[in-house]
């Protein structure tokens, strides 16, 4: 198993008014985004965001194939949870609200809240309704975790829009599951007062390629009983590996443009 390096955080922020209370025992997620990886040229120019260009000196079979490339650089989502509606006192397993995969927050016990949510890091459309909230020192050392389908994705990317009270889990962790045991992906540290992204790149590893994988969020350092952390619009992405047959379409393009500028 190849073991997957330390990631690379990204993070953007909003200021936004808190007007949360808390609703029950809580409950955290989050969301995320992904962004082009590319694009692929051959004088008849595919490029990222999938919009064919330039000279087609490529037949009809190498036009498609090549949009095929086109629409696998770009970032798409393999699995979001907007966490609108999420309440731990009824359920504490939230399903993908775009895509195949639950997020599971059981781990974060009596910890576990509803807050004010943001638009920030939302799928397109979307609506600022409930944030899952870790709230207090019983949520020091807790975990939720995100299990979700990689079938046909590689370069995946986690993101997430998040933000604490003063007194809220400073020291958190993402880790990833290796098939043997949870290794660290990344650390974050979320803002006070104010939501932001987090970006966490996840490096290449053998189990994104496995069609199955598993993330868990592990927090700690709350120094009160009313400090928060906050989680909302949870996704991973990911860049579309094209299936086998368009890449024989490519080959096969690639012969006809040759012989067509002999």
Same mark, same amino acid.
């Given at each position: ?16 008014? !808190? ?10 997620? !989050?969301?995320? *985004? ?8 051959? #004088? ?9 260009? %330039?000279? *087609? ?51 974060? %016990? ?31 050392? =807790? ?10 994705? #590689? ?11 003063? =007194?809220?889990?400073?020291?958190? #962790? ?6 043997? =045991? ?28 496995? %069609? ?9 350092? *709350? ?6 952390? #906050?989680? !909302? ?11 086998? %047959? ?17």
């Amino acid at each position: 198993m190849t073991g997957m390096s330390h990631a690379a955080i990204g993070r953007s922020g909003a200021d936004e008014g !808190d007007r949360g209370a808390v609703r029950g025992r809580g409950a955290v997620q !989050d969301r995320g *985004a992904v962004q082009d990886r590319g694009a692929v040229r051959d #004088r008849g120019a595919v490029q990222s965001r999938g919009a064919a260009r %330039g000279h *087609a000196h490529i037949g009809g079979a190498g036009v498609l194939a090549a949009l095929a490339i086109a629409v696998g650089a770009n970032g798409a989502v393999v699995a979001a949870w907007n966490l609108n509606g999420v309440d731990p006192l009824q359920n504490t397993v939230f399903g993908a609200t775009t895509g195949a995969g639950t997020l599971d927050f059981s781990g974060l %016990g009596a910890s576990a809240s509803t807050l004010q949510g943001t638009v920030l890091g939302a799928q397109k459309g979307e609506l600022a309704g409930e944030a899952l909230a870790v709230v207090g020192t019983l949520g020091n050392g =807790t975990s939720m975790r995100l299990d979700f389908e990689t079938f046909g994705y #590689r370069d995946l990317t986690l993101s997430f829009a998040t933000r604490r009270s003063a =007194t809220g889990a400073s020291a958190n #962790r993402i880790e990833y599951w290796s098939g043997f =045991t949870w290794l660290t992906a990344a650390e974050f540290t979320s803002n006070a007062t104010t939501w932001e992204v987090v970006t966490v790149k996840l490096a290449s590893a053998d189990f994104l390629e496995k %069609g199955y994988a598993s993330l868990r969020f592990v927090l700690d350092g *709350a120094t009160s009983s009313s400090g928060s952390l #906050r989680f !909302d619009n949870i996704s991973v992405t990911g860049s579309a590996v094209p299936a086998p %047959g368009a890449l024989a379409l490519i080959g096969l393009a690639g012969c006809a443009a040759r012989r067509r500028r002999r």
